[in-house]
């Protein structure tokens, strides 16, 4: 299963180029005072990429200042405000990322907080985000997989929230206990199934070492060729009642 998933990830990163389809824009009028960092005007995913470099060390610091820029202006998530709960969150995060277990509440804000994680050690940590689940879970169904698929996170993508990937899972799967990963440990399985897959697909050592790449490949594919994909390859009879 896992040579399948492989090779379909491998399909797509080949046929799709980062450097054109992601095109995550963030503000850069705003970064915080204390923060140097030159970024290209010319290309979003460059600038992505640069900005990873820039933040690491100014992590970890009081008031968590940038884990909440981080958050709300490059993540544009303006609902995780700053408050004594969250600035909880934000420390609790970083104990358990040593322990490699989450609790639930910090898995309920995981698209936020592993926003925070992909900066801190981009070569051991990506975003788990609603979009990328939703492309891998597809993709794990694709290649033979029936269960320990990945909890999705609430979304704010459209496309994606017409085809909700859970029922599609129960549909082909059935409603077994195993079905999906524990909310302890599926992100930290999740970032290490994307190392093992970017060591595979990639040629150019930083995409594989890096597993933010892949996830901004798995980001990217979802809303267009992911849910056309489950489309053409869906298909659901409805038995007429009497």
């Not at 085809?163 to 195993?178: F, N, Q, S």
């Amino acid at each position: 299963m896992r040579n399948r998933l492989k090779n379909l990830i491998k399909a797509y990163a080949s046929s799709h180029s980062l450097d054109t389809r992601f095109i995550w824009e963030f503000p850069t009028h705003d970064l915080p005072s204390s923060i140097t960092c030159t970024l290209p005007n010319s290309n979003a995913f460059r600038k992505n990429i640069a900005l990873k470099g820039c933040l690491k060390t100014h992590l970890k610091k009081p008031e968590y200042c940038i884990e909440y820029w981080i958050i709300q202006k490059w993540g544009g998530i303006q609902g995780f405000k700053k408050n004594d709960k969250n600035d909880q969150r934000i420390a609790e995060l970083y104990k358990r990322l040593e322990k490699g277990v989450l609790t639930k509440d910090l898995f309920g804000c995981i698209s936020s907080l592993s926003k925070i994680a992909s900066f801190l050690n981009p070569k051991h940590y990506a975003i788990y985000d609603s979009r990328a689940i939703f492309s891998l879970n597809w993709l794990l169904l694709k290649a033979g997989a029936r269960n320990n698929f990945f909890p999705v996170p609430a979304g704010r993508n459209n496309e994606i929230a017409k085809y909700d990937i859970e029922t599609i899972l129960r549909l082909k799967c059935g409603d077994r206990r195993d079905l999906l990963l524990d909310h302890k440990t599926a992100y930290f399985e999740y970032c290490e199934l994307l190392k093992e897959i970017s060591a595979e697909v990639w040629d150019d050592v930083d995409r594989q070492t890096m597993p933010f790449y892949l996830e901004m490949l798995l980001f990217i594919l979802g809303p267009q060729e992911i849910v056309a994909d489950i489309k053409s390859c869906a298909n659901f009879e409805i038995l007429q009642g009497p």
